[in-house]
């Protein structure tokens, strides 16, 4: 009983990374070419958890607004 709750204690402690959302750059694996589309975005399940959550989803926005600005300075300098 003791060591089921220092299990779950321990496992509320630790941090873990889950996708959320995931961009990939597209390859046509035959040519080595880049299809039309560059990049593709997967949703994970995670996911519907933020788009439902209005105070969530602004926070996922709002960090997705500061990566892609991250990304627009450094491919200016």
């Known amino acids: 009983m003791f060591q089921d709750l220092f299990e779950n204690i321990r496992d509320l402690n630790e941090m873990k990374d889950e996708p959320i959302i995931t961009i990939s750059k597209v ?8 299809s039309d589309d560059e990049f593709e975005f997967s949703k ?5 958890e933020y788009k439902n ?5 602004k926070r ?6 500061k990566v892609a600005d991250m990304i627009e ?3 200016n300098e």
């Open 60 to 65: 996922l926005a709002d960090d997705l607004r």
């Open 53 to 57: 959550d209005k105070e969530a989803g």
């Open 44 to 48: 994970h399940p995670l996911y519907d």
């Open 27 to 34: 390859i046509d694996d035959d040519t080595g070419i880049w």
């Open 73 to 75: 300075r450094e491919s």
